[in-house]
């Protein structure tokens, strides 16, 4: 009798805890071991003939707002800046299995910590994201698997070749979307390789699902082809010289 009262406590607390956890977000969050500091070369970042240009430095058209308003960011400088509050901008033309190149600079004047300087984001399909932050030279703490280049809460970056605050950076994305069977099931999970200012820091590494602040990442089925979405998350990050090829 007594065996059977505590394994009864014993499973409570478990399922408590569980519980606790789906409510932590520092329950996923990955800190150490920190990620090397690697100093980028020069890159070329033109558009080659068969792109789509989805940013040419002069206009937003190409994006609208999530509830399909127009994209309320700023157009100026050649960039593509976020206005705070106005929320996360989409592609409006949608794409599946693709190479993207698109350049993000943090402010000169960032100011904040952690996961509040720069954060910005690219989320490809409108669910996985790769972080936009600034993490130059390992100054800013955060969990690694939350830092710049990561697989946002899942995957951190093979090395840390951020460019200091103010300093134009380029991400160039190879990306494959993942396969659903008819019911829902996932078949084959997202892949994706990432190059920072030229310099692999994503190699084909696999999605666990959907970027999430909170408990694990899991698959939803989606379209075949989904818009891109960059994040609006409080901060005046700007963007520049967006292209894409779809494959
Ligand atoms: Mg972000």
């Not at 157009?75 to 190479?99: E, L």
């Not at 790769?130 to 710049?148: H, P, R, S």
């Not at 090395?159 to 103010?166: D, I």
């Not at 692999?200 to 989606?222: A, C, F």
């Amino acid at each position: 009798m007594q065996l059977k009262s505590f394994a009864i406590i014993c499973t409570a607390s478990i399922l408590c805890n569980h519980l606790l956890a789906q409510k932590d977000p520092k329950t996923t969050e990955v800190w150490t071991p920190e990620v090397k500091v690697v100093t980028p070369g020069k890159t070329n970042t033109e558009a080659p003939s068969d792109a789509i240009v989805l940013f040419n430095g002069t206009s937003g058209a190409g994006w609208k707002h999530k509830n399909g308003d127009e994209a309320k960011w700023t157009v100026a400088d050649n960039a593509f800046t976020v206005k705070p509050g106005t929320g996360d901008i989409q592609s409006k033309q949608k794409f599946g299995d693709c190479q993207l190149h698109i350049e993000w600079r943090v402010t000169p004047n960032v100011t904040g910590e952690g996961q509040n300087r720069g954060n910005s984001g690219v989320y490809l399909m409108g669910r996985y994201e790769v972080q936009v932050l600034d993490n130059y030279n390992n100054i800013n703490k955060t969990y690694v698997n939350g830092q710049a280049g990561s697989i946002y809460k899942q995957s951190p970056p093979l090395v840390n070749v951020c460019k200091a605050p103010g300093e134009w950076q380029t991400y160039d994305i190879i990306f494959t979307a993942p396969r659903f069977s008819e019911n829902g099931s996932l078949i084959t999970p997202a892949r994706i390789t990432v190059l920072q200012n030229g310099v692999l820091i994503q190699n084909n590494t696999s999605i666990w699902g959907n970027s999430v602040y909170i408990g694990s990442p899991t698959y939803e089925k989606h379209e075949a082809k989904e818009p891109l979405i960059l994040q609006d998350h409080g901060n005046t990050t700007s963007f520049r010289n967006i292209w894409i090829r779809e494959l």
